[in-house]
């Protein structure tokens, strides 16, 4: 059982910035693509950003582009350098695992979710 917990979200001015961690807790952590996800309210969750198991091919969601970085560390942790954040990023924010090392963008593909960190751009 793969276990994932997010931290870092929280309020800031439209512009700002935050870092988004979650850590996992598996022994085989570098097996998995890793994914980003985001629901707004009243809205579907949608993918963000996503990572393979080396961390040397990434893909994001057209609304992200040139302002999130996402990146992974050898210690089971990923992360989402969230940069010009704007009032529409609003959304509580999940990390996931797909059970497969190359990138994905469905959500489909993953089988492990973490809770979520909220995340909050006032304008």
């Known amino acids: 059982q793969v276990q994932l917990v997010e931290s870092g979200g929280g309020l800031v001015q439209a512009g700002g910035s935050l870092r988004l961690s979650c850590a996992a807790s598996?022994?085989?952590?570098?097996?998995?693509?890793m994914g980003w996800f985001r629901q707004a309210p009243g809205k579907d969750r949608e993918f963000v950003a996503t990572?393979?198991?080396?961390?040397?091919?990434t893909d994001y969601a057209d609304s992200v582009k040139g302002r999130f970085t996402i990146s992974r560390d050898n210690k089971n942790t990923v992360y989402l350098q969230m940069n010009s954040l704007k009032p529409e990023d609003t959304a509580v924010y999940h990390c996931?695992?797909?059970?497969?090392?190359?990138?994905?963008?469905?959500?489909?593909?993953?089988?492990?979710w973490g809770q979520g960190t909220q995340v909050t751009v006032s304008s």
């Open positions: 598996v022994r085989t952590f570098s097996r998995y693509a």
């Open positions: 990572i393979n198991w080396t961390g040397g091919r």
């Open positions: 996931a695992a797909a059970q497969k090392p190359t990138i994905s963008l469905y959500e489909y593909e993953y089988v492990y």
